[in-house]
């Protein structure tokens, strides 16, 4: 299955749970994009002890565009 993961958010707790989800759903053989958009383009900046959002996209195999 194609998906598409669109991220137009600031907040670290949802930008670092759509990436676990998109490496799920990697994992079990989906085809998987995400675009970062708006407030997303700024994911690095967001990781934090409690949301290691960095970690998580360093894991991602899918395609990214941010």
Not at 20 to 42: E, Y
């Amino acid at each position: 299955m194609n998906i598409l993961f669109i991220i137009t958010t600031d907040d670290a707790e949802k930008v670092y749970n759509a990436v676990r989800l998109a490496n799920t759903a990697v994992n079990k053989g989906d085809r998987i994009s995400i675009f970062m958009l708006g407030k997303g383009v700024c994911f690095e900046q967001l990781s934090s002890e409690q949301f290691d959002i960095k970690s998580e996209i360093d894991k991602f195999k899918g395609d990214m565009y941010v």
